[in-house]
């Protein structure tokens, strides 16, 4: 099983609302990643967290905060949001420290507005 | 700077076609190439590589890779609408990071 889900499919907030985006996985992998997606652009990364601990931001603006509760689950919480924002939000997993084993299977994503 | 660099950008083409796709990389202590297809949402994983020369399948799929060249295609054969979608390749090194390519976007018309 290479599945990641992820909640809700589709969001669509205010500049002011206070939102989180859900990830979860069961394929017993120790690295999850948060990545945003602009339309006909690449993935672009946002976040790692390795054994639930953050092992990179990439420098993203405070308005997005990741959080690990446990292995399997991964949160990104937003709060006071710009439109430029809106953008496809995927999550992946993988399983670090294995020779050449970083497949990162995706999630569907969700897809946000930002009015 | 790490980067990869796909070719071409958009490709049309008939069903039953074959393509190959292009992608060249410089990738810091690099790891692993792969690439991925991606339709409306997630990007799915195609294949892996990691050592050159060696050709991977999957069915009317199959990629392989130079390391010599820093380079790796992507080859279609006897394409179907379905195959329409961007194709993804990214390299990784040893940071957990992958460094995606702008896309390689394929239209495969009837």
């Known amino acids: 099983d290479t599945e990641v889900t992820q909640t809700p499919k589709h969001l669509v907030m205010g500049m002011t609302n206070k939102k989180s985006l859900k990830c979860e996985q069961h394929m017993g992998h120790r690295a999850m990643y948060w990545y945003k997606q602009k339309a006909k652009k690449p993935p672009e990364l946002m976040f790692v967290?390795?054994?639930?601990?953050?092992?990179i931001n990439e420098s993203v603006p405070s308005r997005f905060s990741p959080e690990c509760p446990n292995s399997s689950l991964l949160n990104l919480h937003l709060h006071a949001l710009q439109p430029e924002d809106s953008a496809l939000y995927l999550c992946a997993s993988s399983q670090p420290g294995r020779r050449y084993q970083e497949t990162q299977y995706f999630g569907p994503g969700t897809r946000l507005l930002v009015l | 700077e790490d980067k990869v660099v796909q070719s071409p950008l958009s490709l049309v083409v008939h069903e039953g076609d074959t393509v190959t796709l292009n992608c060249s990389y410089e990738?810091?202590?690099?790891?692993?190439l792969l690439w991925y297809k991606q339709e409306k949402k997630a990007p799915t994983f195609l294949f892996m590589l990691?050592?050159?020369?060696i050709e991977k399948k999957s069915g009317r799929l199959s990629s392989i890779l130079d390391k010599k060249e820093l380079f790796s295609i992507l080859n279609i054969t006897a394409t179907q609408t379905g195959d329409s979608a961007v194709y993804l390749c990214a390299g990784s090194g040893n940071t957990g990071k992958l460094i995606f390519g702008q896309g390689t976007t394929l239209q495969v018309k009837p």
């Open positions: 990738v810091t202590n690099f790891r692993s």
């Open positions: 967290y390795s054994y639930e601990k953050l092992s």
């Open positions: 990691t050592s050159s020369g």
